[in-house]
């Protein structure tokens, strides 16, 4: 009868149209040639139908996958009567040669499908086909085989598992503590109905913004103060960081001010470390200079001293190692160095010889005057001597720009120079090459200068520089600490490891 293969689990092969569908049978109706599934799926996705129902045409493949016991009446309800024939479908079940029902018996099925309540008891159920079903019998042969292949199928991390037996294979009853175990296991992990899953996606972001992050610090802050405890994640206090040229152990406090000079300056200075270097005047810096000349400190080694540091920040401007190496040979960097036939003169041209002998092109400006100072005649002696050359006409200046142009034009005390026709010369040349302009020891605000610097180095200690001056630097001449004492200034040497230091206005 039609009410033996209600509640069975089937799964309907319609085709590559319609694709599989799984569900128990609620209703097979031989008249409409129909039948019903309840709760289906299809190519296992669950079906938002409750119910589907089938024409004979449109099964190509139907197969058993679990038949329900003799008492278990889930899902049958009260169907009509019929019987469990539908053309197309398959032959009907019938009886066995010998006239009696076949017992066949029902493998355990592994798993099942989410949708579908998992059964309790997995024991093996006989099923008995009895003849009065007048099914033929080669429906059966298929179905034998068909139930010897069955398969459960269980949706996990949406794939689904499948697992099949031997049609013959007789399940034992498992006992015992460990096999307990694991089926109460896998009843915890796969039990649950589908029906409690949700369908909505879960709310990430709803679900940590109900998380109070500042409320549960600051508990385990106070638990901490009380208990006495420190966590590791969050720490009480902030460490302390330092740069990378700063001691985190010190011996005594930093004196930011370690020089003093007699008079109030009018100007001062502090380095990247934060040391105050403060401005001396003109007629403070030339005594200095005196000073240090009567103890040894000749002409000639402040001019060489001068030379060496210029040449140096020189190199630094012009890209440092980046740009002069062996392999740039092609990206020989050129140098515009304009001299005045005074002192700041000679100490242009000394930094123009180290220069050259770093391999820099250097085109070296000085006007042509009847008497040359000797300190600059002995300069140029020795910049002859490279590969520097040598020009005294604005018009053999490069028409190009240049890569640097070092100003040593003008002097603190010949202010007549400015007058002269090559000097405006020059200053007009500078200020239209577009190059940057690096000052050494240029004179003090009061006097205007004609070419506005980027950069200045000062010497010793700097001059009161405005504003043209650009940003001021300040270089060792080796000048020694008694003679800064001689002359009333309490100095301590704010170089540190470095000759050529920047400074930066207060």
């Known amino acids: 009868m039609a009410t033996d293969w209600l509640g069975s689990i089937v799964s309907i092969n319609c085709g590559e149209s319609l694709g599989v569908y799984q569900g128990r049978v609620s209703a097979v109706d031989q008249v409409s040639q129909t039948i019903s599934l309840t709760r289906p799926f299809h190519n296992g996705v669950k079906c938002l139908v409750p119910e589907v129902t089938f024409r004979a045409g449109d099964i190509t493949e139907l197969k058993i996958l679990e038949i329900p016991g003799p008492g278990d009446s889930r899902g049958c309800g009260d169907m009509q009567q019929a019987d469990m024939g539908i053309p197309g479908v398959g032959c009907q079940v019938g009886p066995s040669q010998n006239g009696t029902g076949k017992v066949l018996k029902k493998p355990i099925s592994s798993s099942a499908p989410q949708n579908i309540p998992r059964r309790t008891d997995m024991k093996n159920q006989d099923i008995i086909i009895s003849p009065q079903q007048q099914c033929s019998k080669s429906y059966m042969d298929r179905h034998v085989e068909t139930l010897s292949q069955s398969k459960g199928?269980?949706?996990?991390?949406?794939?689904?598992?499948?697992?099949?037996?031997?049609?013959?294979?007789?399940?034992?009853?498992?006992?015992?503590?460990?096999?307990?175990?694991?089926?109460?296991?896998?009843?915890?992990?796969?039990?649950?109905?589908?029906?409690?899953?949700?369908?909505?996606?879960?709310?990430?972001?709803?679900?940590?913004?109900?998380?109070?992050?500042?409320?549960?610090?600051?508990?385990?802050?106070?638990?901490?103060?009380?208990?006495?405890?420190?966590?590791?994640?969050?720490?009480?206090?902030?460490?302390?960081?330092?740069?990378?040229?700063?001691?985190?152990?010190e011996s005594e406090p930093i004196v930011y001010r370690r020089i003093v000079v007699p008079q109030n300056a009018n100007k001062e200075f502090c380095t990247d470390s934060g040391l105050v270097v403060p401005s001396v005047s003109y007629e403070l810096h030339k005594k200095l200079l005196s000073v240090a000349e009567k103890h040894g400190l000749t002409l000639e080694r402040r001019l060489e001293m001068t030379g060496v540091c210029a040449s140096?920040?020189?190199?630094?401007?012009?890209?440092?190692?980046?740009?002069?190496?062996?392999k740039n040979v092609h990206q020989r960097p050129t140098v515009a160095l304009l001299c005045g036939p005074h002192v700041k003169g000679a100490q242009g041209i000394s930094c123009g010889r180290h220069l050259s002998n770093h391999d820099v092109h250097v085109i070296l400006f000085l006007p042509n005057f009847v008497k040359m100072l000797e300190s600059i005649t002995n300069e140029l002696n020795l910049f002859s001597k490279t590969q520097g050359q040598q020009v005294s006409s604005v018009k053999d200046l490069p028409d190009t720009p240049v890569d640097l142009?070092?100003?040593?034009?003008?002097?603190?005390?010949?202010?007549?120079?400015?007058?002269?026709?090559?000097?405006?010369?020059?200053?007009?040349?500078?200020?239209?090459?577009?190059?940057?302009?690096?000052?050494?020891?240029?004179?003090?605000?009061?006097?205007?200068?004609?070419?506005?610097?980027?950069?200045?180095?000062?010497?010793?200690?700097?001059?009161?520089?405005?504003?043209?001056?650009g940003r001021v630097y300040l270089c060792d001449i080796g000048i020694p600490q008694k003679v800064f004492q001689e002359v009333g200034i309490n100095y301590h040497s704010p170089f540190g490891c470095k000759f050529v230091i920047p400074l930066h206005s207060t």
């Open 312 to 326: 140096q920040m020189a190199l630094s401007l012009l890209g440092g190692p980046n740009r002069l190496n062996p």
């Open 153 to 249: 199928f269980r949706r996990r991390h949406n794939s689904w598992s499948s697992s099949s037996r031997h049609p013959n294979q007789v399940t034992p009853k498992k006992s015992g503590l460990k096999n307990g175990q694991l089926k109460s296991k896998d009843d915890e992990c796969f039990g649950d109905d589908i029906e409690e899953i949700p369908d909505t996606d879960f709310d990430f972001e709803g679900n940590l913004a109900l998380f109070d992050k500042a409320a549960v610090f600051e508990e385990i802050e106070t638990y901490e103060r009380r208990s006495g405890t420190r966590s590791r994640g969050t720490p009480s206090e902030k460490p302390a960081r330092y740069r990378h040229d700063e001691n985190i152990l």
């Open 405 to 469: 142009v070092i100003n040593c034009l003008d002097c603190h005390e010949n202010a007549f120079l400015r007058d002269q026709p090559w000097y405006k010369a020059v200053v007009d040349w500078a200020n239209q090459n577009r190059a940057p302009v690096l000052s050494i020891d240029p004179p003090i605000s009061e006097m205007e200068q004609g070419i506005d610097a980027k950069w200045s180095l000062a010497l010793g200690l700097p001059l009161p520089l405005g504003e043209r001056a």
